[in-house]
Nanobody, 111 residues
Framework: QVQLVESGGGLVQAGGSLRLSCAAS????????MGWYRQAPRKQRELVAT???????TYADSVKGRFTISTDNAKNTVYLQMNSLRREDTARYYC?????WGQGTQVTVSS
C-alpha cells in the first residue's frame, strides 16, 4: 500500500522560508515521478513542482526561483524548499505520485 505523509508546514512571515517533507512508503521516490500541489481556499488545486525519476524538475511560474523540489533516496522522502514566501503562497500543500495523494500540510504566510 502506497502512502505519502507530508510535514513541515506552519505559520511564517512573508519573506521567510519553510521546508516541506513528504515521506513515502510502498514506493521508491527516486523511481517515480513525484509532485507537490497546493490548494488555497476557494481555489482549485494547482501544480507547484514535479520531479522525474531522472531528476528533471518543473515549476509553476509563480514559484520559479523561490521553490526547489528534491528527493532523498536514503530517507525515501521528497522535499519542497520554499524561500521568499509570499502571502499568496498560503495554501494546503499536497504530495502526489500517480493516483496517490497525501493528506496535506498547511502553509500560512503572514504579512
Amino acid at each position: 500500500q502506497v502512502q505519502l505523509v507530508e510535514s513541515g508546514g506552519g505559520l511564517v512571515q512573508a519573506g521567510g522560508s519553510l521546508r516541506l517533507s513528504c515521506a513515502a512508503s510502498g514506493i521508491t521516490v527516486t523511481f517515480n515521478a513525484m509532485g507537490w500541489y497546493r490548494q488555497a481556499p476557494r481555489k482549485q488545486r494547482e501544480l507547484v513542482a514535479t520531479i522525474t525519476p531522472g531528476g528533471i524538475t518543473t515549476y509553476a511560474d509563480s514559484v520559479k526561483g523561490r521553490f526547489t523540489i528534491s528527493t532523498d533516496n536514503a530517507k525515501n522522502t521528497v522535499y519542497l524548499q520554499m524561500n521568499s514566501l509570499r502571502r499568496e503562497d498560503t495554501a494546503r500543500y499536497y504530495c502526489q505520485s500517480g493516483i496517490v495523494w497525501g493528506q496535506g500540510t498547511q502553509v500560512t504566510v503572514s504579512s
